[in-house]
Nanobody
Framework: QVRLVESGGGLVQPGGSLRLSCAAS????????MRWYRQAPGKQRELLAT???????NYADSVKGRFTISRDDAKDTVFLQMNSLKPEDTAVYYC????????????WGQGTQVTVSS
C-alpha cells in the first residue's frame, strides 16, 4: 500500500507565496518521476511541473518562472514552491508519482486547496 499526502495549501493574497509538500509512504522501493497537477472548478486537470529522479524538471508555460518543483529523496517528498500567485492559480493541487513497490505504479495524493484572493 502506497500513500501520497499533500500539505501546505490555504488562502493567500495575490502576489503571495505558498509551499506545497507531498510525502510518499508505504512499501516503496524506488520513486521515479514526481509531478504536480491542479484542477480548477469546471476545468480539466492540468500538469504543472515534473521532476525526475536525477533532478531535472520542466514546467507548464502557465507557471514557468513563478513555480519551482523540488524533491527530497531521503524523505520521499516532493515540493512545489509557488511565488507571485494570481487569482487564476486557485485550484485543488495534486501530486502524482511513479512508484516501484513490486512493480511500477502511479500514485495520487488526495489534493490540497489553494485559494488566491484578496
Amino acid at each position: 500500500q502506497v500513500r501520497l499526502v499533500e500539505s501546505g495549501g490555504g488562502l493567500v493574497q495575490p502576489g503571495g507565496s505558498l509551499r506545497l509538500s507531498c510525502a510518499a509512504s508505504g512499501s516503496i522501493a524506488s520513486i521515479g518521476a514526481m509531478r504536480w497537477y491542479r484542477q480548477a472548478p469546471g476545468k480539466q486537470r492540468e500538469l504543472l511541473a515534473t521532476i525526475i529522479s536525477g533532478g531535472g524538471a520542466n514546467y507548464a508555460d502557465s507557471v514557468k518562472g513563478r513555480f519551482t518543483i523540488s524533491r527530497d529523496d531521503a524523505k520521499d517528498t516532493v515540493f512545489l514552491q509557488m511565488n507571485s500567485l494570481k487569482p487564476e492559480d486557485t485550484a485543488v493541487y495534486y501530486c502524482n508519482a511513479d512508484i516501484f513497490t513490486t512493480q511500477w505504479m502511479g500514485a495520487w495524493g488526495q489534493g490540497t486547496q489553494v485559494t488566491v484572493s484578496s
